[in-house]
C-alpha cells in the first residue's frame, strides 16, 4: 500500500512540475508574477490537466467497450 501512496505523489509532482513549465513557457508566469499566483496557476493547471486525463481515459475505455460490441454484436456491454 506504501509503495502505491508514493507512486500517486510521484505522478501529482510530476503534473505539478509539468503545468508550472507550461505555464512560465505560455508566458502567465514570469518574473512578475508573485509565489501566490504562480501556486495558484500551478494548482488550477493540475485540477484541469488530471480532468482532461480522467476524459481521455474515459473515451479510450468507450471506444474499447464499443469496438469489443461491434466484433462481437452478440455480446452485451458491461458497465
Known amino acids: 500500500m506504501g509503495k502505491i501512496?508514493?507512486?500517486?505523489?510521484?505522478?501529482?509532482?510530476?503534473?505539478?512540475?509539468?503545468?508550472?513549465?507550461?505555464?512560465?513557457?505560455?508566458?502567465s508566469i514570469n518574473s512578475d508574477t508573485t509565489i501566490g499566483e504562480a501556486a495558484e496557476e500551478v494548482k488550477n493547471g493540475s485540477v484541469e490537466t488530471i480532468r482532461d486525463m480522467k476524459k481521455e481515459a474515459a473515451a479510450a475505455i468507450d471506444n474499447v467497450a464499443n469496438s469489443s460490441t461491434a466484433a462481437n454484436?452478440?455480446?452485451?456491454?458491461?458497465?
Open 5 to 27: 501512496i508514493t507512486y500517486i505523489i510521484y505522478f501529482l509532482v510530476i503534473v505539478a512540475i509539468y503545468v508550472l513549465i507550461r505555464a512560465a513557457y505560455t508566458g
Open 73 to 79: 454484436p452478440t455480446a452485451t456491454p458491461q458497465n
